[in-house]
């Protein structure tokens, strides 16, 4: 998740202090998130990909994406939670 946020961040070419602040979250926090070191509420999940203009939804769709992809280069094949295996991500 925390990749997801900070590639959506810099694609935007905005700061963790304005995100976080859009956000109500630390900057501590949001960097600690960006770089997997603390795992998120689903609330402040929620809070973060507001603040970047996307839903809760998408973020996780985004997430899952990235894992499958990464996956696959990593010479998986097809991995759960490809396409039509049901993959649910839960904060």
Request: charged share 25%; net charge positive; with cysteine.
């Amino acid at each position: 998740m925390g990749g997801v946020l900070r590639r959506e961040r810099l694609a935007q070419q905005r700061t963790l202090k304005d995100v976080s602040e859009e956000a109500r979250i630390s900057v501590p926090y949001l960097s600690e998130l960006e770089r997997g070191r603390k795992e998120a509420s689903s609330e402040v999940l929620a809070a973060a990909a507001h603040a970047l203009g996307l839903g809760l939804g998408e973020l996780l769709s985004l997430a899952q994406e990235d894992l499958v992809t990464h996956s696959r280069r990593r010479g998986h094949g097809r991995v759960a939670g490809g396409p039509g295996n049901g993959l649910c991500l839960a904060a």
